[in-house]
C-alpha cells in the first residue's frame, strides 16, 4: 500500500481509528486528532521512502534460514549478538550449527531480534538473513512453531549459511544448549551502550528537517516530533533513528498536514 495512494489513506484511517480505541470519555475533537496523527504516520511510513515500506523491501531480499536456535548471546566485550542456529544438512542427512550475527545493537532492530532470540532458545525459528555484507546479518527472527526434538528437523528446507565465524573466545551469557523439555535460562540483557539524551538527540533531528523551510516551521517539526520520543530508564532516546526518519518526511509547510503542525506547535 503505498503513501501516494488516496483510497489506501482511507484504509490507514481506519487502522488508525484501531489503534486509537475507542472514544470513551475523551473530547472528541482530542480523539480526531490521534486519529489523524497516528493515520497521517502510517501513510508516511508505509509510502516507498517511509520507514515501513523500506523495511519491507530490504527484508523481501533476505535469505530465509530455519532451523532450531541453540543458544543467543554476546561475545566478551562484543557489540554484536551472535545467534547459534542447528541447520539441516542435505549432505550427511543430520543438521549442523551455523552462527549468525546482528547488526550493531546499538540500533534498535538488533536489539529487539536479540530480545526475541533470548525468549526463541530451543525453539524452531525462521531467520531473515541479509547477504548483501560482507557478513550475513539477522535482520528478523519469528518463532516457527516447530520445537527442538535433539535431531535435524525432517521435511525442514536445507538452509545455506556460512560456516560458524570465529568469534574470539567462548561466547559469552549463551545460553547452550537445551533439552526441549527444560526451560532455557535467561540471557542477561545486552551490554549497555553510550545512551544520547533528547537535548543531543535533538541536535541531528534538527538537521534532517529540510534546511529551505522558515526556521520556525522547522522549530515547529521539532517540536512535534518531541511529542514521539520514547526514553528508557536513564532518560535516553530509544528511537532516534525513527525520529530522524520522520524528520526527513516532515510535511511541506504550505500542506494541510504541514500547517496543522505549525498550528498545533507554534515556535
Request: hydrophobic fraction near 40%; aromatic fraction near 4%; charge should be negative.
Given at each position: 500500500?503505498?503513501?501516494?495512494?488516496?483510497?489506501?489513506?482511507?484504509?490507514?484511517?481506519?487502522?488508525?481509528?484501531?489503534?486509537?480505541?475507542?472514544?470513551?470519555?475523551?473530547?472528541?475533537?482530542?480523539?480526531?486528532?490521534?486519529v489523524d496523527r497516528v493515520a497521517v504516520d502510517l501513510w508516511l511510513m508505509s509510502a516507498p521512502s517511509g520507514t515501513v515500506g523500506r523495511r519491507a523491501a530490504q527484508l523481501s531480499t533476505c535469505t530465509?534460514?530455519?532451523?532450531?536456535?541453540?543458544?543467543?548471546?554476546?561475545?566478551?566485550?562484543?557489540?554484536?549478538?551472535?545467534?547459534?542456529?542447528?541447520?539441516?544438512?542435505?549432505?550427511?542427512?543430520?543438521?549442523?550449527?551455523?552462527?549468525?550475527?546482528?547488526?550493531?545493537?546499538?540500533?534498535?532492530?538488533?536489539?529487539?531480534?536479540?530480545?526475541?532470540?533470548?525468549?526463541?532458545?530451543?525453539?524452531?525459528?525462521q531467520l531473515l538473513v541479509a547477504e548483501d555484507s560482507k557478513q550475513p546479518l539477522v535482520l528478523h527472527i519469528a518463532d516457527s512453531g516447530q520445537r527442538d526434538d535433539g535431531a535435524a528437523m525432517a521435511?525442514?528446507?536445507?538452509?545455506?549459511?556460512?560456516?560458524?565465524?570465529?568469534?574470539?573466545?567462548?561466547?559469552?551469557?549463551?545460553?547452550?544448549?537445551?533439552?526441549?523439555?527444560?526451560?532455557?535460562?535467561?540471557?542477561?540483557?545486552?551490554?549497555?551502550?553510550?545512551?544520547?539524551?533528547?537535548?543531543?538527540?535533538?541536535?541531528?533531528?534538527?538537521?534532517?528537517?529540510?534546511?529551505?523551510?522558515?526556521?520556525?516551521?522547522?522549530?515547529?517539526?521539532?517540536?512535534?516530533?518531541?511529542?514521539?520520543?520514547?526514553?528508557?530508564?536513564?532518560?535516553?532516546?530509544?528511537?532516534?533513528?525513527?525520529?530522524?526518519?520522520?524528520?526527513?518526511?516532515?510535511?511541506?509547510?504550505?500542506?494541510?498536514?504541514?500547517?496543522?503542525?505549525?498550528?498545533?506547535?507554534?515556535?
Amino acid at each position: 500500500m503505498s503513501g501516494d495512494s488516496g483510497a489506501g489513506m482511507v484504509a490507514w484511517v481506519g487502522l488508525a481509528v484501531q489503534a486509537v480505541g475507542p472514544l470513551g470519555d475523551r473530547p472528541y475533537e482530542a480523539w480526531l486528532a490521534e486519529v489523524d496523527r497516528v493515520a497521517v504516520d502510517l501513510w508516511l511510513m508505509s509510502a516507498p521512502s517511509g520507514t515501513v515500506g523500506r523495511r519491507a523491501a530490504q527484508l523481501s531480499t533476505c535469505t530465509a534460514v530455519v532451523g532450531v536456535l541453540s543458544s543467543a548471546g554476546i561475545s566478551g566485550g562484543g557489540t554484536r549478538a551472535h545467534l547459534v542456529v542447528r541447520v539441516p544438512d542435505a549432505a550427511s542427512g543430520s543438521s549442523v550449527e551455523r552462527t549468525y550475527t546482528t547488526e550493531e545493537l546499538t540500533a534498535r532492530r538488533a536489539r529487539e531480534v536479540f530480545e526475541r532470540a533470548r525468549l526463541l532458545v530451543g525453539h524452531g525459528v525462521q531467520l531473515l538473513v541479509a547477504e548483501d555484507s560482507k557478513q550475513p546479518l539477522v535482520l528478523h527472527i519469528a518463532d516457527s512453531g516447530q520445537r527442538d526434538d535433539g535431531a535435524a528437523m525432517a521435511g525442514s528446507t536445507p538452509a545455506g549459511g556460512p560456516a560458524a565465524p570465529d568469534t574470539g573466545g567462548p561466547v559469552v551469557a549463551a545460553t547452550g544448549h537445551q533439552d526441549a523439555r527444560l526451560p532455557a535460562e535467561p540471557a542477561p540483557a545486552p551490554p549497555s551502550v553510550a545512551g544520547t539524551t533528547w537535548e543531543e538527540g535533538s541536535v541531528e533531528v534538527w538537521r534532517n528537517i529540510d534546511r529551505a523551510w522558515d526556521k520556525g516551521y522547522r522549530t515547529s517539526c521539532l517540536l512535534a516530533l518531541r511529542d514521539r520520543v520514547v526514553l528508557d530508564s536513564s532518560g535516553f532516546v530509544l528511537n532516534l533513528e525513527e525520529l530522524i526518519t520522520l524528520a526527513q518526511e516532515s510535511p511541506d509547510p504550505d500542506t494541510p498536514r504541514g500547517k496543522d503542525i505549525a498550528a498545533r506547535y507554534p515556535a
